[in-house]
């Protein structure tokens, strides 16, 4: 059984359609990526999926049962969500902000157990920023608060986890711990969605990639399969030329028509 089925399933605001016909599958111990441009409705579809906007059409299913079967405790047992660069206001510790995770897995009013407050401190310990427990969360740095976003994420033990542009603030070495943690959690048995806007990125950690483009799926499939110059340069308005020239990991020998064709 699939973790998330999508069918034909439209999503947008109000009136407005942002994408439509969406179908995707997402299977456990699997990381799926979103990539498309700016603006193409990557977070829109992570929100419909996580029940914040209600899809305007089309059917969603978690472990096999209707998303709207699914109360939001229920849900939150099962989904951990990493929001785009975290500015939301938060006047607590570190600490408080990571056990608030925990919330979806306490009795109603529950002051969190020891137990609880190992989980989160563990949480944080993962991701090297333990030492940050006793801070003001409205004091950290961007890439701070994201990390400690992810650390509440996976305090939650979700069997899905949402992930918004994860690595979006970090510094290099921030990104590539993210990364390897993503790859052990997957390792773990978690499922990982989600959005990236680094090609490279996507190669490495997606065992599926979906490709959004113009309110639609472009392609879906395995990185190899999917990441090709021709869809690049659409999804992003470049020449193939201008997307190997940039990406010569991906493209290390892209033959030399390649280079000149203009995108379609
Ligand atoms: N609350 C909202 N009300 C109306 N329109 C919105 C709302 N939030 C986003 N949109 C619009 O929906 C479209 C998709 O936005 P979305 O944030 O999903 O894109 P995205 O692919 O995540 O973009 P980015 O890569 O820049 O983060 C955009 O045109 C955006 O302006």
Known sequence: MSLLALRAVSVGYGTRTVLSDIDLLLEPQTVL????????GKTTLLKTILGLIPASYGEIRIEGRPQA??????????????PQAHHGVFPFTVEQVV?????????????????DIDIARHSLELLGIDHLHHRNYMHLSGGERQLVMIARALAQEPALLVMDEPTSSLDFG????????????????????????????AARLADRLVLLHQGHILAQGMPGDVLTPAHLARIY????????????????????????????
Do not use: K
């Open 237 to 264: 308005g470049l020449t193939e030329h201008t997307v190997t020239a940039h990406l010569p990991h991906l493209f290390p020998s892209a033959p030399a028509d390649v280079r000149h064709r203009e995108a379609p």
């Open 33 to 40: 990526c979103l990539l498309g441009a700016n603006g193409c």
């Open 99 to 115: 056990l608030m995770g925990r919330t979806a897995h306490l009795p109603w009013h529950a002051t969190p157990r020891t137990a």
């Open 174 to 201: 921030n990104q590539i711990r993210v990364l390897e943690h993503i790859d052990q959690l997957r390792a773990q048995g978690l499922s990982i969605l989600l959005t990236t806007h680094q090609p490279e990125q």
């Open 69 to 82: 079967d699914w109360s939001r405790t229920a849900l939150a047992r099962r989904i951990g969500y990493v």
